[in-house]
């Protein structure tokens, strides 16, 4: 049977080679993005979330068996608050009475290796509290923090979530994927700016002599989001080229 699966940010980047990878397998994959997919929908707003769902539902009367929660921002500003977190608990939480109960329904969700970075606890425990505005207003004034405090929040909303009877006693197994620099639309400043990525390759040193493409990231999420992923829930799982291993070391464990 066709499986389907319902990935956001799919115009670009890592969504976009989720959506060809697993387009490729024989999956049915439906769009989300604010361009050049499926549903266009503008995740950074409750009306474009309620959108998204009413879409989705509409399109697959029979549900789905699977999410991919992928869009995001890396601006240093509050709306990267509402797309990163809001946005991508909107749809997981969104689409989650939309996914098949029959213990082969996966979803996930793209976090970043950036959550082992500094970060506002104030801004991390507006998002986790589920006050939108609150989160925005936590956001004034920390602009560099913004976007790991963005994936530190959903990373914990994840872990805390994915072993909730509704999804892993649901069948539904949610897992996060945390990668490093990748070169994509989002990066592509840093590419362009040598001395920009020399900062950020002593933050984020790559101890395999090179950052990654999105297509390995999709390499994951294509097993994450298969029957054959049958056992892992709630894993945050670091494809970095060895980012969080080389900065965080053996005492992280
Ligand atoms: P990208 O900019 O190429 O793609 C992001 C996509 O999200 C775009 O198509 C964009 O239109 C969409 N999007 C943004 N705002 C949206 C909104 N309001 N509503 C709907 N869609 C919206 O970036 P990418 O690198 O492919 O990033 C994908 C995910 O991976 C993001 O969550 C990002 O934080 C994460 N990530 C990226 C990297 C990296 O180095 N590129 C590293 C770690 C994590």
Known sequence: MTRTVVITGAASG??????????SRGYRTIGVDVHATDIIA???????????????????????????????????????????????VATLEGLRPLIKVNAQSRAVVIASVAATMPHDDALVDACLSGD???????????????????????????????????????????????PGVIHTPMTQAIYDDKAYLEQIKQMLPAPIGRYGEPEEIAQLVGFLISPENSLMVGQMLYIDSGSEAATRGELAW
């Open 14 to 23: 890592i969504g976009k080679a989720i959506d060809e990878l697993l387009e």
């Open 42 to 88: 503008d995740l950074s707003t409750p009306e474009g979330r309620a959108k998204m769902v009413a879409a989705v539902k509409a399109e697959c009367p029979d549900g789905i068996d699977g999410v991919v929660a992928c869009a995001g921002l890396a601006l240093a500003e509050p709306k990267t608050v509402a797309v990163n977190y809001f946005g991508a």
């Open 132 to 178: 939108e505005a609150a989160a925005l207003k936590a956001a004034a004034g920390k602009e560099d923090l913004i976007y790991a405090s963005t994936k530190v929040a959903i990373t914990r909303w994840a872990r805390k979530h994915a072993v909730l009877p509704e999804w892993a006693g649901a069948g539904i197994l949610l897992n996060i994927v945390a």
